[in-house]
């Protein structure tokens, strides 16, 4: 009888078990088939966001390397870039160790230069059709552009399904792995239980105290970003987290609008944490 009542426990927890399997896959995973994760990285930021997505996916990683390596400080790259943007050059690039035909899905990585994906990327992108393929971008950035990055792949790759992925301020790579997580089990691309966050509030003017923040986390920032018009808020795991409506003017007095994201933890100093420009 004993035998028997055990059983039926070890029934039970199989048939409890398959169904909380299955009430976790009702959202389907869009990474179809084998994936590969591919990046090029110059200084190492891309390349750390890289390697943390390859271990929570459990995939094949490799990176795209340019025979002449961008190896020069910021100054150097970025003179360089402007020398080769005028003349066209396309980054050659060594081949890649893995054949593509092998994956469905590449989740695709690159800092981002001049608004958009670093030189060799655009090479890569413009050398392979990646034709059927989904494509999940990421990136690493001083302060935005996976948005415009991302359409721009999309463009480039039209018979591939670009879908946009996890970006993340350089300044910030340790506070990713947490974030990358998160990013991977909304997007049901992992099998994971996560607190959702809240809606951001209705926006509203900026106060005093929310423009100190904005100012805290953005006026030690190499470039100037501007000024803040509006506010909302929604309360994280991380700390509060703002979403201003920026306008800034240029130096030739043209306006432009922005949405800054900053992260105000507990007892630190706010940081922002990307610039999306519109
Ligand atoms: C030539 C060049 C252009 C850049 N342009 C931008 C830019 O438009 N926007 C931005 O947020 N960061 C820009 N950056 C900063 C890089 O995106 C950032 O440092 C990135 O994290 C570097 O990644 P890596 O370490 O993988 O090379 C630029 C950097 C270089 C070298």
Redesign the pocket.
Same mark, same amino acid.
């Given at each position: 009888m004993k035998k028997l009542n055990l059983l039926l426990m070890l029934a039970l927890l199989i048939i409890i078990g398959v169904a909380c399997k299955s009430s976790k896959t009702e959202s389907e995973n869009p990474a179809e088939g084998k994936t590969l994760v591919l990046y090029y %990285?110059?200084?190492?930021?891309?390349?750390a966001v890289a390697e943390e997505i390859q271990q929570l996916l459990g995939c094949d990683i490799d990176s795209i390397i340019a025979v002449k390596p961008y190896d020069g400080d910021?100054d150097q790259?970025?003179a360089r870039?402007m020398q080769e943007s005028k003349d066209s050059v396309k980054a050659e690039l060594k081949p890649l160790n893995v054949n593509l035909d092998d994956y469905d899905t590449i989740f695709l990585g690159f800092?981002?230069?001049?608004?958009t994906y670093a030189l060799p990327m655009a090479s890569f992108i413009s050398d392979n059709s990646l034709n059927g393929k989904t494509i999940v971008t990421f990136a690493?950035?001083? %302060?935005?552009?996976i948005e415009k990055a991302t359409l721009d792949a999309a463009v480039a790759l039209p018979a591939a399904d670009v879908k946009e992925g996890y970006g993340v301020r350089?300044a910030r790579v340790a506070k990713a792995p947490a974030e990358i997580k998160r990013f991977l089990i909304e997007n049901n691309y992992i099998d994971g239980e996560i607190e959702a966050l809240p809606e951001f509030s209705e926006p509203t003017d900026v106060s005093e105290e929310t423009a100190e923040i904005f100012h805290a986390a953005c006026d030690n920032y190499q470039f100037p970003l501007g000024n803040p018009v509006s506010v909302s808020s929604r309360h994280t795991p991380e700390g509060i987290e703002y979403e201003f409506g920026v306008k800034s003017t240029s130096q030739d007095g043209s306006e432009s609008n922005s949405i800054i994201y900053v992260i105000a933890p507990e007892n630190e100093s706010p940081e922002f944490t990307r610039v999306v420009r519109e």
């Open positions: %990285s110059q200084t190492g930021a891309t390349k910021f790259t970025i870039f800092p981002i230069w001049f608004g690493t950035f001083g %302060s935005g552009g350089n």
